[in-house]
């Protein structure tokens, strides 16, 4: 029997041989459905469009058919399987009561089209949602329609180039740091802003000399993540947002990393004036896999009128739809991802205050935990205390080994833990960047360690094995450029046959 407080690993699952094709299973005759007799007398339908014999299709029977699915269910790497250190992207377990409020028949059938009167319990979630988002971030309003983080970024340009012009101004440029997520540059110049850079000094943080000769009356706001990609707090922001407000620009907060801080420290009190966060990321539903998400946006009581609408608020005997005085319009044709919305805030009441702080607080204890383990064989090249992810760099093992980042991160994936992110941020060379999260159990922080430790150990005395790791999973290691650019999406029965 297996002691108390094992390592979660996914490894039962992710090995074995290759999954056979619904063609390989097939056999002529059977099937996987069943149909009464006809009830009715037989007719001819007379289409020359139509079909003259029946596609060649693979016959299984429903036993086959649910068991090659649900294997193929279990080979998916996922939250609920087992460790997903993806840093900056918080893949952490979700508790299944979130679930269960999503899925209520209640919410599920509602309509985005509905009157109001007939839709006064969604309007009540997206208020008190609203007012506890608010709370944690030191904001006054917020709206819920964004259905992204990116989407989020582009609604809090797009609000804070209202303000600017409801003052008479044009400035044309957004400062961003170097180590900003690419997501950030690329919102800026879809808001029809200029992209200034600012260099990271020794610590890893903004140059704040840099940072004060960038700072002009051009200058329409500053974006910043905090902590930043390299999991680091920005110690200098108080400073940096009072130079920004003396050129009347404001300071927008990238919310991806907001679970560091929850319930610690509030944006607003940092100097923020604009802050989307991720409610796929901070609060409940996984982040990635294309959607959906919530970005919502929350804003100081000043660019309150801008926000997008309608936005909910209390009647004199009901909840209803009100559009901000000065709105930049909707971002979303009806209200953003709701569901979304109904998950996040069952985990903030699930939780509480003091639970939601604890989520910061074991988030960064796990990885400095994890961290301090793997420090020396692995370089941290800016190695001031992380908050809830660290990045080390593989540089090192690279030229003692030939070993990249790369295969560490496929490695790693033979030791039943999904890869970290890799080459991110940019400013660190072979860059593994690395979030445990605060739902992993130190004996699972202590596997992921060991695994990359071992790996390591590995590389010296044979690294060709690891340029072609991973060597359990069904699927080695494709060409990623070749699946980026030719994708090939569907089972061509030609070229098969």
Same mark, same amino acid.
């Given at each position: 029997?297996?002691?108390?407080?094992?390592?979660?690993?996914?490894?039962p /699952?992710?090995?074995?041989?290759?999954?056979? @094709?619904?063609?390989?299973?097939?056999?002529?005759?059977?099937?996987?459905?069943?149909?009464?007799? /006809?009830?009715?007398?037989?007719?001819?339908i +007379?289409?020359? #469009?139509m079909?003259?014999?029946?596609?060649?299709?693979?016959e299984?029977?429903? $036993?086959?058919?649910?068991?090659?699915?649900?294997?193929?269910?279990?080979?998916?790497?996922?939250?609920d399987?087992?460790?997903?250190?993806?840093?900056?992207?918080?893949?952490?377990?979700?508790?299944?009561?979130? +679930?269960?409020?999503?899925?209520?028949?209640a919410? $599920?059938n509602l309509?985005?089209? &509905?009157?109001? !009167?007939?839709?006064?319990?969604?309007?009540?979630?997206?208020?008190?949602?609203?007012?506890?988002?608010?709370?944690?971030?030191?904001?006054?309003?917020a709206?819920? &329609?964004?259905?992204?983080?990116a989407?989020g970024e582009?609604?809090?340009?797009?609000?804070?180039?209202?303000?600017?012009?409801a003052?008479?101004?044009?400035?044309?440029?957004?400062?961003?740091?170097?180590?900003?997520?690419?997501?950030?540059p690329?919102?800026?110049?879809?808001?029809?802003?200029? *992209? @200034? !850079?600012?260099?990271?000094?020794?610590?890893?943080?903004? +140059?704040?000399?840099?940072?004060?000769?960038?700072?002009?009356d051009?200058?329409?706001?500053?974006?910043?993540?905090?902590?930043?990609t390299?999991?680091?707090?920005?110690?200098?922001i108080?400073?940096?947002?009072?130079?920004?407000? #003396?050129?009347d620009?404001?300071?927008?907060y990238?919310?991806?990393?907001?679970?560091a801080?929850?319930?610690?420290?509030?944006?607003g009190?940092?100097?923020?004036?604009?802050?989307?966060?991720?409610?796929?990321?901070?609060?409940?539903?996984? !982040?990635?896999?294309?959607?959906?998400?919530?970005?919502?946006?929350a804003? *100081?009581?000043?660019?309150?009128?801008?926000?997008?609408?309608?936005?909910?608020?209390?009647?004199?005997?009901?909840?209803?739809? #009100?559009?901000?005085?000065?709105?930049?319009? $909707?971002?979303?044709? !009806?209200?953003?991802?709701?569901?979304?919305?109904?998950?996040?805030?069952?985990?903030?009441?699930?939780?509480?205050?003091?639970?939601?702080r604890?989520?910061?607080?074991?988030?960064? /204890?796990?990885?400095?935990?994890?961290?301090?383990?793997?420090?020396?064989?692995?370089?941290?090249?800016?190695?001031?205390?992380?908050?809830?992810e660290?990045?080390? =760099?593989?540089?090192?093992?690279?030229?003692?080994?030939?070993?990249?980042?790369?295969?560490?991160?496929?490695?790693?994936?033979?030791?039943?833990?999904?890869?970290p992110?890799?080459?991110?941020?940019?400013?660190?060379?072979?860059?593994?960047?690395?979030?445990?999260?605060? @739902?992993e159990?130190?004996?699972?922080?202590e596997?992921?360690?060991e695994? /990359?430790?071992?790996?390591?150990?590995?590389?010296?005395?044979?690294?060709?094995?690891?340029?072609?790791?991973?060597? &359990?999973?069904? *699927?080695?290691?494709p060409? +990623?450029?070749?699946?980026?650019r030719?994708?090939?999406?569907?089972?061509d029965?030609?070229?098969? =046959?």
């Amino acid at each position: 029997m297996a002691e108390a407080g094992g390592r979660a690993t996914s490894i039962p /699952l992710m090995g074995g041989g290759a999954e056979p @094709t619904l063609r390989d299973l097939s056999s002529p005759g059977r099937r996987a459905w069943s149909l009464p007799a /006809l009830d009715v007398p037989d007719s001819i339908i +007379d289409h020359p #469009e139509m079909a003259s014999a029946p596609p060649p299709l693979p016959e299984v029977a429903e $036993r086959d058919l649910v068991a090659h699915f649900t294997r193929l269910a279990h080979r998916n790497f996922a939250v609920d399987l087992g460790a997903y250190p993806l840093g900056s992207c918080t893949m952490k377990y979700n508790p299944k009561v979130c +679930d269960w409020a999503a899925e209520h028949p209640a919410f $599920r059938n509602l309509h985005p089209s &509905q009157p109001a !009167h007939t839709a006064q319990g969604a309007l009540a979630v997206l208020l008190e949602a609203e007012e506890i988002l608010c709370r944690l971030t030191g904001m006054s309003r917020a709206t819920f &329609q964004p259905p992204a983080g990116a989407a989020g970024e582009l609604t809090g340009l797009l609000i804070m180039r209202a303000y600017h012009r409801a003052q008479g101004r044009r400035p044309g440029a957004i400062l961003i740091p170097d180590s900003a997520h690419g997501t950030n540059p690329a919102s800026v110049t879809l808001a029809g802003y200029q *992209v @200034t !850079h600012l260099p990271s000094d020794e610590r890893g943080m903004v +140059d704040l000399e840099a940072f004060r000769a960038a700072v002009t009356d051009d200058v329409a706001g500053l974006m910043l993540t905090n902590p930043n990609t390299l999991g680091l707090f920005e110690e200098d922001i108080v400073e940096m947002a009072r130079l920004i407000h #003396e050129v009347d620009g404001l300071v927008y907060y990238d919310g991806a990393n907001l679970n560091a801080i929850l319930g610690v420290a509030r944006p607003g009190d940092m100097g923020f004036d604009i802050v989307h966060s991720n409610l796929h990321k901070t609060f409940a539903t996984p !982040h990635g896999g294309g959607g959906p998400g919530a970005g919502p946006v929350a804003v *100081v009581d000043r660019l309150v009128q801008f926000l997008p609408g309608p936005l909910p608020r209390r009647g004199a005997d009901r909840l209803e739809w #009100e559009m901000p005085a000065a709105s930049i319009g $909707r971002v979303h044709g !009806h209200h953003g991802n709701f569901l979304v919305v109904l998950r996040a805030l069952t985990y903030m009441r699930a939780l509480g205050g003091p639970g939601l702080r604890r989520v910061a607080e074991r988030s960064v /204890l796990n990885a400095r935990y994890l961290a301090s383990l793997v420090s020396g064989p692995y370089e941290i090249p800016y190695p001031a205390p992380c908050m809830h992810e660290f990045v080390a =760099s593989a540089a090192d093992l690279k030229r003692r080994t030939g070993v990249r980042a790369m295969d560490v991160a496929k490695a790693l994936l033979d030791y039943g833990i999904h890869a970290p992110t890799v080459y991110f941020p940019l400013i660190v060379e072979e860059a593994l960047m690395i979030e445990p999260t605060e @739902t992993e159990s130190p004996e699972t922080v202590e596997a992921i360690g060991e695994a /990359l430790l071992a790996i390591v150990r590995l590389a010296v005395t044979d690294a060709e094995s690891l340029h072609h790791a991973p060597h &359990q999973t069904p *699927v080695s290691r494709p060409d +990623d450029a070749l699946a980026a650019r030719k994708p090939v999406l569907t089972w061509d029965m030609e070229r098969e =046959s």
